[in-house]
């Protein structure tokens, strides 16, 4: 069974650092064609995704966000870290991490699709 | 604005089949994949169908898929109280550079 878990601050205020582990079991990601991304939904509901993290080790960040993302990946530990620094109000949003799978046959970041989501977790942006 | 466009709503009656539209341009759909996501309220998305048109095991075949150029649908039959909810389409954009995500179409079984 697979199962992925958010965790950190509900709460942070303008201009801090937010720091979100995703806790995962049931895959590895030492596993050819597996990757953990992390998406956030506004509350109109508009998905955005992040950041991604590579069975290889490699790793994509969001181009409109890349200055304030950073994500790193711990095997061993079975958890993806995403931190986004310089946080604002309009950052405000619940934040979902997600499985990631590779098509069969297929290469690159465009041949990945999100197959099992975390349960998210609320983050409010707020002094 | 989402990158990817789709109707605010749709509704079927119980047993009704529905389609909901989804459409990108060339850097997206027209050049990837599509998935749809169904999200009851307040969970989180799951995966309904990837790669167009296929289904993940444990999804019933009353959902199916289909893309053509840059136009996606997603298919809900036999309509069911359970299937409210919503609805969004996602692909990767060539240029962004990025996963692109619908706004979301909320299904109401009348």
């Known amino acids: 069974q697979i199962t992925l878990k958010e965790s950190g601050p509900m709460l942070v205020k303008p201009t801090e650092t937010l720091t979100l582990t995703c806790s995962f079991s049931g895959f590895s990601l030492s596993t050819s064609g597996v990757g953990v991304g992390w998406i956030r939904q506004t509350p109109g509901k508009a998905l955005e995704w992040l950041a991604i993290f590579y069975w290889d080790n490699d790793k994509r960040l969001s181009p409109s966000l890349r200055s304030r993302l950073t994500i790193t990946g711990d095997t061993s530990k079975n958890q993806v870290v995403l931190i986004m620094t310089n946080m604002d109000p309009v950052d405000t949003a619940t934040y979902y991490c997600a499985k990631a799978q590779r098509l069969k046959g297929g290469s690159g970041a465009r041949a990945y699709y999100f197959d099992y989501w975390g349960q998210g977790t609320q983050v409010t942006v707020s002094s | 604005q989402s990158v990817l466009t789709q109707p605010p709503s749709a509704s079927g009656s119980p047993g009704q089949r529905v389609t909901i539209s989804c459409s990108g341009s060339n850097s997206n759909m027209g050049s990837n994949f599509v998935n749809w996501y169904q999200q009851l309220p307040g969970t989180a998305p799951k995966l309904l169908i990837f790669n167009n048109d296929q289904r993940p095991s444990g999804v019933p075949d009353r959902f199916s898929g289909s893309k053509s150029g840059t136009s996606a649908s997603l298919a809900v039959s036999g309509l069911q109280s359970a299937d409210e909810a919503d609805y969004l389409c996602?692909?990767?954009?060539?240029?962004?550079?990025?996963?692109?995500f619908g706004g979301g179409t909320k299904l109401t079984v009348l």
């Open positions: 996602a692909a990767w954009d060539d240029t962004l550079k990025c996963w692109v």
